[in-house]
């Protein structure tokens, strides 16, 4: 059976989604109070509703921002208005054709056209793109940068909770970050998993006085530095176990990561990408929002 449809309509809602701890800080100074997130409806002329989501971390954290999002849309949408959304290798060079760059205004159409897929063809989209692995996923916690006390307090209460892998927020002076990974790593059980992350923020003789202070203690290293070439560096003169989130922003790079033997671990934002099609290594859950709580869209195209 050929299936077939037309996208006739896409909304976008407005959602902002406060912090419990009131704000979260990472490496430079910079922190968010609330997460402006933006929710995609594509909706098409059969009635089959799917919904993608783009939640940038505030506008200093990546070439991202929330009011991009729905600034993008209103260029981008009416393109794509009649396009098939189960046709999702069209759509998205139809995407790049129409609107050059700025993956991550377009993450939020192709996750939602996944989300169509599924919904027509009764399958959840982890198994569109390859199978579940699992049925379950532990989750870690991020400790907002503060002292090395105050963030060293947080993981018994974060624990209680029922996370067991712990994100310390580093990238700062290296003095203060080794006495963090320190106090940190003092309050953790055998089996927890514990990062430091610093998001970009070590010049490379500082990520190599943090690592090699830090050698003794079981923690993975993440991002220490802003350039690919730099934490390849750091890479090659430590044994931690290493992640690379940031600078990981499309296939070649990731390739190249692997080829290198840049990293042990990497982080994909769903949304660098441009969405689940150009990202063909991230799962998919399939699950559908009801929209009716978010209110009024912020956007229609149609």
């Known amino acids: 059976m050929q299936l077939t449809m037309k996208i006739k309509k896409i909304s976008a809602w407005q959602v902002g989604l406060p912090l419990h701890e009131g704000s979260y800080k990472w490496s430079g100074g910079k922190s968010v109070t609330v997460f ?50 189960l046709e999702l290798g069209r759509l998205n060079r139809r995407m790049d054709t129409a609107f050059k760059g700025h993956h991550y205004v377009k993450s939020g159409i192709d996750i939602a056209c996944w989300d169509i897929l599924g919904q027509v063809t009764h399958q959840p989209v982890c198994v569109l793109l ?73 010049l490379m003789h500082n990520a190599m006085r943090v690592v090699r202070a830090v050698q003794d203690v079981d923690v993975y290293i993440e991002q220490p530095c802003l350039t690919y070439e730099e934490c390849l560096s750091v890479r090659r003169q430590t044994n931690h176990p290493f992640v690379l989130d940031e600078v990981i922003d499309g296939i070649d790079v990731l390739m190249r990561g692997k080829a290198d033997l840049a990293m042990d671990v990497v982080n994909i934002k769903i949304s660098k990408f441009g969405g689940r099609m150009a990202a063909s290594t991230r799962p998919g859950l399939g699950i559908t929002p009801k929209m009716e709580v978010l209110g009024k869209p912020v956007l229609i195209v149609e």
């Open 36 to 85: 402006d997130s933006t929710i995609m409806g594509v909706e098409t002329d059969t009635g089959v509703v799917g919904y993608g989501e783009v939640c940038p971390l505030g506008s200093s954290y990546l070439p991202a921002y929330p009011q991009g999002v729905r600034a993008g849309m209103a260029e981008l949408g009416p393109h794509l208005l009649g396009e098939d959304p």
């Open 130 to 202: 390859g199978g579940r692995y699992g049925e379950d996923f532990g989750l870690y916690r991020a400790i907002s940068q503060e002292s090395p006390e105050a963030m060293a307090s947080r993981v018994a209460s974060y624990r209680a909770e029922g996370y067991r892998g712990f994100q310390l927020k580093v990238g700062g002076d290296p003095e203060v970050d080794i006495e963090r990974i320190r106090a940190v790593s003092a309050q953790l059980q055998p089996s927890d998993r514990f990062v430091a992350d610093a998001n970009t923020g070590w």
